[in-house]
C-alpha cells in the first residue's frame, strides 16, 4: 500500500512538471526555538549569551530560569513570506507593528532579524542576500550551492500536501568560551537538519536557506530551530512579483562572514576590558607597614 501511495505521488509529480512551466506561488512560515540556558556563570558553555545571562542575573530559581526561556522562545518566534516562481524565490520577515521587547529580570530581549531579505536563483546558482552588522548594510552576491541531501521514503501530510523526509548531516566546530579564564576551545559536533518537502509543487525552493529539494520544502526541524509551512497560495491570478535585493555594499559571502567575526571580536574584547576595568575598581587593596 505505501509503494502504492509513492508511486503514485512521484507519478503525479513528474506529471505536474510537465505542464509547471511558469508554476509560481507564495508560501507562508512561522518560525519557533527551543531555548534552554545554561545559568551557571562558572561553567563552561558553547553559547556565550548563556554565560552573559548568567552574569547579568545571577543565581535565579528554576520557575524563574523556566519563564526567562519561554519569553526568549516567544521573541524568537517570527512569520516569513516566500515568493516563489520555477527560478526563484525570494523569502523575508513578515512586518508587523512594533511590540513591546521580552524583558525579564531587568533584561531586555531583541533578536531582530526583519532587515534580512534573501533571493535565491536556482537556474543561475546564485543568491543575493541583503543584511546589516550593527546597522552598516550589507548585500551578500555569491554562489548558490545546495546541501547533499539524503532522500528517504518516509512520508507524512502537512495540511493537504503529500511530503518526504530528507535529511543533512555534517560535522561543525564549535567555540566554548570560558568566562572566568577568558580561554576559548574548539569541540566537533554533529550537526543534523530535517525537511519535509512537497512533489507536488515541483520547485526547488524553501524558506531561508533550506532548497535544492525536488519540491517545495513545507517544514524544517534544525537543532533547536523550526520552520513550518501555514499557508500556501498557488498561482494567482495577479502573479508574484520577485524583485532581486540591492541595498548595502556588495560583498561575497566569505567577506561578510570574516567582517562579522572580525565585529564579534572587537565587541567580545570591549566587554572583557570593561569587566577588567569594573573588577579593578571593585577590589580593596590592604598595604601593611610602610
Excluded at 537538519?193 to 536557506?209: A, E, Q, R, S
Excluded at 541595498?247 to 572580525?262: D, L, N, Q, Y
Amino acid at each position: 500500500m505505501k509503494s502504492a501511495i509513492i508511486f503514485s505521488v512521484f507519478f503525479l509529480f513528474h506529471f505536474v512538471n510537465l505542464f509547471a512551466q511558469n508554476f509560481e506561488g507564495t508560501a507562508y512560515y512561522k518560525t519557533d526555538h527551543i531555548v534552554k540556558l545554561d545559568l551557571d556563570s562558572t561553567s563552561t558553555s558553547t553559547n556565550v549569551f548563556d554565560q552573559e545571562i548568567a552574569k547579568a542575573i545571577g543565581n535565579i530559581s528554576a520557575e524563574r530560569q523556566n519563564q526567562i526561556e519561554e519569553l526568549m522562545a516567544q521573541e524568537l518566534q517570527k512569520e516569513y513570506i516566500l515568493k516563489f516562481n520555477m527560478n526563484e524565490s525570494i523569502y523575508k520577515e513578515v512586518a508587523k507593528l512594533n511590540k513591546p521587547k521580552a524583558a525579564t529580570g531587568g533584561m531586555n530581549f531583541n533578536f531582530d532579524s526583519s532587515s534580512e531579505v534573501l533571493y535565491h536563483n536556482i537556474k543561475e546558482e546564485r543568491f543575493v542576500k541583503e543584511s546589516e552588522i550593527l546597522d552598516k548594510p550589507f548585500l551578500i552576491i555569491d554562489k548558490l550551492t545546495s546541501r547533499n541531501w539524503a532522500l528517504e521514503e518516509k512520508s507524512k501530510m502537512i495540511g493537504e500536501y503529500p511530503c518526504f523526509k530528507a535529511i543533512f548531516s555534517e560535522e561543525i566546530n564549535l567555540e566554548t568560551f570560558n568566562w572566568e579564564s577568558t580561554d576559548t576551545e574548539v569541540i566537533t559536533k554533529t550537526h543534523t537538519i530535517t525537511v519535509w518537502y512537497t512533489p507536488l509543487i515541483p520547485v526547488k525552493h524553501g524558506p531561508d536557506d533550506y532548497f535544492g529539494l525536488p519540491g517545495l520544502v513545507l517544514e524544517v526541524e534544525d537543532g533547536e530551530k523550526s520552520i513550518v509551512c501555514t499557508k500556501i497560495v498557488l498561482n494567482p491570478e495577479v502573479g508574484v512579483k520577485i524583485e532581486v535585493p540591492t541595498k548595502g555594499k556588495i560583498v561575497s559571502e566569505v567577506e561578510f562572514k570574516e567582517i562579522w567575526r572580525k565585529k564579534d571580536e572587537e565587541m567580545m574584547e570591549l566587554y572583557l576590558n570593561k569587566n577588567q576595568i569594573k573588577n579593578k575598581r571593585n577590589s580593596t587593596n590592604i598595604k601593611i607597614g610602610g
